[in-house]
């Protein structure tokens, strides 16, 4: 056996090894709606896919936590600044929105559509950790655009905090 296919072999190992490692991205349609006007069920169908091809159950779509990710995304719009605390914190946005239960936030700017930000968050691991988490059984996702453009997203996960206490 000459080295080329130990090599080859090798290589083929290594990738093999590095795919069973990754997580899924399943291809996502384009959604036809702006990223503004995305329907719920276009969110769901979106989140859930990716939910489900990584080997996580489905979420619920909550009103409540969309209502506090719509607060976040146009107060990033409206700052041109991606960031989890603009002067409101998590805790009091999803409040405000009468969500009581344990969250975790994911936020992002710049993408020009709902697949392109579920990729991003796919590939930071503390973004993927929470869109991929099993403690949270319900989201609301929501998208501004600031003056200059950008799109700015923010989805929130929640459940119950019983999880959490248990974990410990």
Partial sequence: MTSLPRRSLLLLGVSAA?????????????????PENLSDAEIMLAINAVRRANGAAAWTYSIALE??????????????????NLGVTLRERVTAAGYIGAVGENVAKGYKDLPGAIQGWMESAGHRSTLLNGKFVEFGLAAARSKSGKVYWAMIAGGSFAPWLSAS
Avoid at 67 to 84: F, G, I, P
């Fill in 18 to 34: 590095l795919a069973a490692c990754s997580t899924t991205i399943p291809v996502l349609p384009k959604t036809a709606s702006s």
């Fill in 67 to 84: 209502n506090a990710a719509r607060s976040q995304a146009r107060l990033m719009a409206s700052k041109d600044t991606m960031s989890h």
